[in-house]
C-alpha cells in the first residue's frame, strides 16, 4: 500500500514564525504536491515538484517555498507565517504524467496566532 | 488558467434518495478523476475517466464524462450512510485542477 506520512496532524504557530511542513511517500513516487484545503475552495494547488530539486508554482505559492533534496521526501516552508495562511495542508505523490492517481497524507491542520 | 467548477456544494438527502454531482471545466480535458473524502480524512481516489462520452460504475456509483470533454458527473443511486463525505472532481491537462467539491450528508 502507498503511504504518505505528514510530520504533523496539528500544528499551531504565531505570526512571523517560520514553519516547515514536511511530507514523506513511500512509494518511489516521482510527482509531489503541496494543497491547502479551504472550506468552498476545494484543494488548491501551492507548489509541485517532478524530481528531485526541481520545483514549479501551482495556483497559489504566494508566501510559500518548497525543498526536495530527496525523492521521498517534499516540505513546505511558510518564510513568515501569517494568520491568512491558517488551513489545512495536504501532501500528496503521484506517478509521473497527468493521468496518475494522486495518494494523499493525513493532512495537517496549521492554526496562525 | 484552467478551472474547475462543481456543484452543488451542499447537499443533504434521505437515506434511499439518489445523489449527482456535477462538474463543469473551462477548458477540454485529458482526463477527468473523482475523489470522496470521509469526514476527518483525506481524498481517496475513486475512479479516472479518460474517452469522450465514458461511462463507469461501481457498484452503486455511476460517472459520466461528457462527449467534449468538459464536463463530468457522479451519480449514486439510493445512497447509504457510508456515503457520507465530500466528494471532488479533478480535471487533468498538464496537472490535476480540482473541483470545489459536494458535501454529501445522508440522513438515516
Known amino acids: 500500500d502507498v503511504k504518505v506520512t505528514q510530520s504533523s496532524r496539528y500544528l499551531v504557530k504565531r505570526t512571523g514564525e517560520k514553519v516547515f511542513l514536511e511530507c514523506v511517500q513511500d512509494?518511489?513516487?516521482?510527482?509531489m504536491f503541496w494543497y491547502r484545503q479551504d472550506p468552498g475552495l476545494g484543494l488548491r494547488l501551492i507548489y509541485f515538484?517532478?524530481?528531485?530539486?526541481?520545483?514549479e508554482k501551482g495556483d497559489i505559492p504566494e508566501g510559500y517555498s518548497v525543498s526536495r533534496e530527496k525523492k521521498e521526501r517534499f516540505s513546505l516552508i511558510l518564510e513568515s507565517a501569517s494568520t491568512n495562511q491558517t488551513s489545512m495542508y495536504l501532501c500528496a505523490s503521484s506517478f509521473p504524467g497527468g493521468g496518475y492517481e494522486q495518494y494523499f497524507g493525513p493532512g495537517t491542520r496549521l492554526t496562525v496566532t | 488558467g484552467q478551472q474547475v467548477m462543481q456543484i452543488p456544494q451542499y447537499q443533504h438527502v434521505q437515506e434511499g434518495e439518489d445523489f449527482t454531482t456535477y462538474c463543469n471545466s473551462s477548458t477540454t480535458l485529458s482526463n477527468i478523476q473523482w475523489y470522496k473524502q470521509r469526514p476527518g480524512g483525506h481524498p481517496v481516489f475513486l475512479i479516472q475517466l479518460v474517452k469522450s462520452g465514458e461511462v463507469k460504475k461501481q457498484k452503486r456509483l455511476t460517472f459520466q464524462f461528457g462527449e467534449a470533454k468538459k464536463n463530468s458527473s457522479l451519480h449514486i443511486t439510493a445512497t447509504q450512510t457510508t456515503d457520507v463525505g465530500t466528494y471532488f472532481c479533478a480535471g487533468s491537462r498538464r496537472q490535476l485542477t480540482f473541483g470545489s467539491g459536494t458535501q454529501l450528508t445522508v440522513l438515516p
Open positions: 512509494m518511489d513516487h516521482e510527482n
Open positions: 515538484s517532478y524530481d528531485v530539486k526541481m520545483k
